[in-house]
């Protein structure tokens, strides 16, 4: 069964990083992991997306180890406006075709 | 500006009626999505198409159905075979099935 769990909430201060992880069991083998940000009633929005060891761009890192079993968003120094929730997403393959699974969600609380 | 564009916001049912949600995206982009979000939960797909005349069943495709007759639009009919559609209806769309999703703001959905 695809299954991807993520820590339920986390709690963080400006000016630090913080790393969510997504565990992510049968994931598909030619597929990326995406993630992204949610605020209340908006559409996710787009933070980064790898397929295996690490990738960077402006505002996120994505570590994936070799086995790609989970993964871990890393977001350098956050501030007040980077309290949301995280999700991962992975794709699943089985014999009725591909899913696309979102993680549970994980809620991210920046304090002053 | 080149988007995802649902409608309307906010969708009011009565027990019994059909509904359509509308998605409507100018990105160019070939695959296209329709995912659930139940308070507090993560997304859940409904269903997804890769190509215009094509769509998939995701988990919870009981009581939905959807069309694909043109690139630029998706639209999501909430049957009255779904005992409970309240929830937050959001539509996505990407270039290709494994690249980065593009949300739209959602509809959300209620019983009267």
């Known amino acids: 069964l695809a299954k991807t769990t993520q820590p339920i909430s986390m709690d963080s201060y400006e000016g630090q990083e913080v790393n969510i992880t997504c565990s992510h069991n049968?994931?598909?083998?030619?597929?990326?992991i995406t993630w992204y940000q949610q605020f209340p009633s908006q559409g996710p929005r787009f933070i980064i997306q790898?397929?295996?060891t690490k990738v960077t761009n402006e505002v996120a890192s994505l570590f994936i180890p070799a086995d790609r079993k989970s993964s871990t968003l890393s977001l350098p120094r956050v501030s007040l406006s980077d309290t949301a929730v995280y999700y991962c997403l992975v794709v699943f393959r089985d014999n009725y075709g591909q899913n696309f699974v979102f993680g549970p969600g994980t809620r991210l609380s920046v304090l002053p | 500006d080149g988007g995802i564009t649902q409608s309307p916001k906010y969708l009011f049912r009565k027990e019994g009626q059909n509904v359509t949600l509308s998605c409507e995206q100018n990105l160019n982009h070939d695959a296209m999505y329709w995912y659930r979000q139940d308070p507090g939960q993560g997304l859940r797909l409904i269903y997804y198409s890769q190509i215009v005349n094509d769509f998939q069943k995701g988990d919870i495709a009981e009581g939905y159905s959807v069309s694909r007759e043109k690139k630029e639009s998706f639209p999501l009919t909430v049957t009255s075979a779904q005992k409970n559609p309240t929830a937050f209806y959001l539509c996505a769309s990407s270039i290709h099935r494994s690249q980065p999703q593009h949300f739209g703001d959602g509809t959300r959905l209620s019983i009267l």
């Open positions: 049968n994931i598909a083998t030619n597929d990326y």
């Open positions: 790898g397929y295996k």
